[in-house]
């Protein structure tokens, strides 16, 4: 008699942990933190003067390019598309941001007024 024993292999992947709002009496920067987001994801490789959607996120322009874009929703910040569409885990944009916490930084900002500072 003949018998076989067969078993799977499973690799579990651990999410990556939502990082904690930041402390509400920390006001998050544009220049400093958000800006830099771009930079690193490349993002303004595309999204320069002349380029990709009339979206330009290089650093002079980027602030003025999110809300001539209506790209920011202050008043519901979860909605606004520069959250939303390249989001790591639900995005639709073929490029999204490298982390779940870079997508929350954005969010955060948006939530404290989304300011040019």
Do not use: R
Not at 59 to 78: C, I, K, Q, T, W
Not at 95 to 103: L, R
């Amino acid at each position: 008699m003949v018998s076989f024993l067969a078993s799977c292999e499973y690799e579990f992947i651990k999410p990556e942990p939502v990082p904690p709002p930041p402390d509400p009496t920390d006001t998050i920067s544009f220049s400093q933190e958000v800006q830099p987001i771009w930079d690193a994801n490349n993002c303004t490789g595309c999204h320069k003067p002349g380029g990709a959607a009339g979206l330009d996120l290089t650093a002079p322009n980027a602030y003025n390019s999110l809300f001539s874009n209506g790209l920011v929703n202050v008043s519901d910040p979860p909605s606004s598309k520069i959250y939303t569409y390249p989001h790591p885990s639900t995005g639709e944009h073929s490029y999204k941001y490298a982390t779940e916490a870079e997508a929350s930084l954005i969010l955060y900002w948006i939530e404290q007024g989304a300011l040019d500072n």
